[in-house]
């Protein structure tokens, strides 16, 4: 990987509030703090381009019990937005379960890389 692919090209984005399960959104928020030099936003928008990228069905994450869920405000891409909104619509996952699902899988895949 050269070190320009480290960066993203500007995209047109959409701040939208989302319920995280609050173990997941502490995660994500501990890597922001703690590993990456990004927001919490650019993390998720990440685990989503991850899950699309392996143009794979994107499979229901079912939050586990005595998970509290918390309501935040992140911005999204827009054409991650747009992309997630197509699979809501055809698959009938709520947007919320789905960007948790996106963030569950991230988190699996990657765990040892952090």
């Known amino acids: 990987m050269k070190a320009i692919d480290r960066l993203y090209r500007k995209d047109e984005t959409i701040t939208r509030s989302v319920h995280f399960d609050q173990n997941l959104y502490s995660k994500v928020q501990s890597l922001s703090e703690n590993i990456f030099d990004a927001s919490v936003s650019k993390i998720i928008n990440v685990c989503i381009e991850n899950t699309l990228l392996k143009k794979k069905p994107v499979t ?18 827009k054409t991650f937005y747009t992309e997630l909104i197509k699979i809501k619509d055809q698959t009938g996952i709520s947007f919320s379960r789905l960007i948790n699902g996106c963030i569950k899988e991230f988190l699996d895949d990657y765990k040892n890389n952090f």
């Open 60 to 77: 229901f994450y079912k939050k586990p019990n005595n998970t509290d869920s918390i309501y935040r405000s992140i911005v999204l891409k």
